[in-house]
């Protein structure tokens, strides 16, 4: 069992920054793979970006490549998602989920790969 809680949402102007962080308890969050998804109303929820468990390996959905950063701090059970050069379209509920895994390089790039959801954060980037 895994808790997610995701904050740092908020509104920003387009070409802004914004960080996002999601706080995780409740199980060992060392050997949780970890992925940032997001949701515009009427849209299917979409792959953002995902870091393994040892933090040695990322990816990114090709719409934010180059723009956003994920990272983790086991120590503070905290993974974070940076925001740059953001967009309009970049506008949804961001959700933090979590994947329990052996393998210190897995990376899940699909919403069904994942366990554990956080509640979300609302990004607007007004233009």
């Known amino acids: 069992q895994v808790q997610l809680v995701e904050s740092g949402g908020g509104l920003v102007q387009a070409g802004g920054s914004r960080g996002l962080s999601c706080a995780a308890s409740?199980?060992?969050?060392?050997?949780?793979?970890m992925g940032w998804f997001r949701q515009a109303p009427g849209k299917e929820r979409e792959f953002v970006a995902a870091i393994s468990w040892s933090g040695g390996t990322t990816s990114y959905a090709d719409s934010v490549k180059g723009r956003f950063t994920i990272s983790r701090d086991n120590a503070k059970n905290t993974v974070y998602l940076q925001m740059n050069s953001l967009k309009p379209k970049d506008t949804a509920v961001y959700y933090c989920?979590?994947?329990?895994?052996?393998?210190?390089?897995?990376?899940?790039?699909?919403?069904?790969?994942?366990?554990?959801w956080g509640q979300g954060t609302q990004v607007t980037v007004s233009s």
């Open positions: 409740g199980r060992t969050f060392s050997s949780c793979a």
């Open positions: 989920a979590a994947k329990p895994t052996r393998s210190s390089w897995y990376l899940g790039v699909t919403k069904g790969e994942y366990d554990y």
